[in-house]
């Protein structure tokens, strides 16, 4: 059963930047899709970041450009940079890993963390 802990996490200011760590207990990393989704209540889900196990990397568009996904394969760390974040960035963040990705979302059974808060304002 693979765990995945979520740090990172906090309050900013428009125009700042977080970086969201992810340690996964598994060998998940390299071998499955990783990424992350975020969800506001009562909204739907959204993909932000995924990269897959060759290492392509897929964003969905309100993020291009600000945010970065990237994994340690030794440390079984997953990423996620975030910069000139705004306030509809503000949301729970979860990292997740899947069977394989679909452009920035994960499809298929798979483990998600407990989430880790960013507000930005």
């Known amino acids: 059963h693979v765990q995945l802990v979520e740090s990172g996490g906090g309050s900013v200011q428009v125009g700042g930047s977080l970086r969201l760590s992810c340690v996964t207990s598994?060998?998940?990393?390299?071998?499955?899709?990783m990424g992350w989704f975020r969800q506001i209540p009562d909204k739907e889900r959204e993909g932000v970041a995924a990269?897959?196990?060759?290492?392509?990397?897929s964003y969905a568009d309100s993020v291009k450009g600000r945010f970065t996904i990237s994994q340690d394969n030794t440390n079984k760390t997953l990423y996620l940079q975030m910069t000139n974040l705004k306030p509809e960035d503000t949301a729970m963040y979860y990292c997740?890993?899947?069977?394989?990705?679909?452009?920035?979302?994960?499809?298929?059974?798979?483990?998600r963390g407990r989430g880790t808060q960013v507000t930005v304002s």
């Open positions: 990269i897959d196990s060759d290492g392509s990397t």
């Open positions: 997740a890993t899947a069977p394989s990705c679909d452009g920035s979302r994960l499809l298929g059974r798979g483990a």
């Open positions: 598994g060998d998940t990393i390299g071998r499955y899709c």
